[in-house]
């Protein structure tokens, strides 16, 4: 119990990381894959060939190798990134593939005879995306995209190889001077499970509710 209260406040402050880095890595995903997802269904070949292009090689690579790529790779073209904005960046970019795929299958999932539907009574393009499309649409995105934001936490934690201090890095520089693991470890699962089964239940119930 003295371990506890005594590593405490230095775990805390990986886990406040660890949350800065996973929803920065959250909200920049949505501002840049739903657009992407949207072009991806919507758009002229030129524009979805790219995207299609970037997702299906983004989700491919290994996130470690991302994270490499952007923190030691980008430098060779005088691209110099700190590491805790290039652990944004990479996690981002992997986070910005799965969201477009997301949107993608939310958007496909709606029955074309809607669209038609909707064309046929005098709604014009934008209020058929925005009456008829959007709100189904957003039904069938939220389920695997909360179980996607599980992802992101637990991703979050290779931002350590970084030297980034989230909380993984903090349990290991606690573990390297106590030499006390087993504990440790087991106060760090916690920590992540408090963070990760609200989500995963959150992620059961819209999907029961809404598919």
């Known amino acids: 119990m003295a371990l506890f209260f005594q590593t405490l406040p230095f775990l805390l402050d990986g886990l406040l990381t660890t949350l800065l880095v996973s929803v920065s890595v959250v909200v920049l995903s949505l501002a840049i894959g739903i657009p992407l997802g949207c072009m991806l269904v919507f758009g002229p070949l030129w ?5 299609r292009l970037y997702a299906d090689f983004v989700r491919g690579v290994p996130i470690l ?3 490499y790529f952007v923190y030691y790779g980008l430098p060779v073209i005088a691209v110099n990134l700190p590491s805790l904005p290039a ?11 799965q969201i477009i795929e997301i949107a993608r299958g939310a ?3 709606i029955p074309v005879d809607q669209m038609e539907a ?29 179980n996607s934001v599980v992802d992101t936490v637990k991703g ?3 931002v350590s190889l ?16 106590t030499h006390i693991a087993l504990p440790l470890y087991g106060i760090g699962a ?9 989500l995963s239940a959150l992620s059961r119930r819209l999907e029961k509710r809404f598919i």
């Open 47 to 51: 524009a979805r060939l790219p995207i």
């Open 65 to 67: 190798v991302l994270l």
């Open 87 to 97: 652990a944004v960046v990479a996690l981002t970019a992997f986070k910005t593939a």
């Open 107 to 109: 958007f496909q999932s």
């Open 118 to 146: 909707a064309k046929s009574i005098g709604l014009t393009l934008p209020d058929r995306f925005v009456h008829v499309l959007a709100p189904q649409a957003v039904r069938r995105f939220l389920p695997p995209f909360v």
């Open 156 to 158: 979050s934690s290779l």
């Open 162 to 177: 970084l030297g980034v201090v989230d909380l993984m890095l903090s349990l290991q520089q606690v573990i390297g001077r």
């Open 190 to 198: 916690l920590m992540y499970f408090a963070i990760n089964f609200p």
